[in-house]
């Protein structure tokens, strides 16, 4: 029971970093630009995220401006959309799968089976995490590095956006999970090696004790 709750737990945080994800994928708030202007028609805040930028005006004004032509992108915000869009379908598949493989659920056939499972569904959430924190870092060095560039003007420079910090924490919890899934997997299939071997030494000497007696028997 105790693997079965700690793997509910580890599904729980899984489905936490698959919303995490998806929310910072598509935020656009992944670089944040504070600019307040003398005008009231002066932008105020401009956000720049993966697929849109955005802007908020004094006035209260919101608007957003889709990202189509993806070849004039910088190499960092191309590599980002396809490495969280994998994250997401990596761990929409682990969600699945280690439905399939918990304790507490009837599907998957027997415990071997769902042993298995388990372990695969843990290696997806693993490899979803890792695809969600390196464009993270590597968006955030980008971030970093223009901040720091004593060429760059002040009004030109950016902060990490609250997708940024999004995609870090999913990218934990999926990785956590993921540890759990395989960790919780790799104790039963332990377990199961060793116990056997220990087991096939009784019916041994139940032989030798029935062969005693029946000699008794006939003496």
């Known amino acids: 029971m105790a693997s079965a709750g700690l793997q509910f737990f580890a599904f729980i945080l899984a489905l936490l970093g698959v919303f995490g994800a998806i929310t910072a994928t598509l935020l656009p708030n992944w670089k944040v630009n504070a600019d307040v202007g003398s005008n009231i028609i002066t932008a105020i805040t401009q956000m720049q995220g993966l697929w849109m930028d955005c802007t908020w005006y ?11 032509s993806v070849l004039s992108l910088p190499v960092y915000i191309q590599a980002a959309r396809t490495t969280m869009v994998l994250s997401c379908i990596l761990s929409a598949f682990g969600i699945c799968i280690s439905t399939v493989g918990m304790k ?35 968006y955030t060095r980008e971030i970093i590095s223009n901040f720091m560039d004593p060429t760059v003007p002040e009004s030109s420079k950016n902060e990490p956006g609250g997708a940024v910090y999004i995609g870090f924490i999913s990218a934990g919890l999926l990785f956590i999970a993921g540890v759990i899934f395989c960790t919780s997997c790799f104790k039963k299939q332990q377990g199961a090696w060793i116990y ?11 032989q030798e004790n029935n062969a005693g007696y029946n000699l008794k028997d006939y003496v």
């Open 196 to 206: 056997p071997t220990k087991q096939q030494q009784f019916p041994a000497t139940q």
């Open 58 to 68: 004094s006035t209260g004004m919101f608007s957003c401006t889709l990202k189509y």
């Open 104 to 138: 507490c659920t009837k599907l998957g056939g027997d415990k071997d089976t769902k042993s298995y499972t388990s372990s695969a569904g843990g290696v997806c959430f693993i490899l979803a995490g890792i695809f969600e924190l390196v464009p993270t870092s590597w």
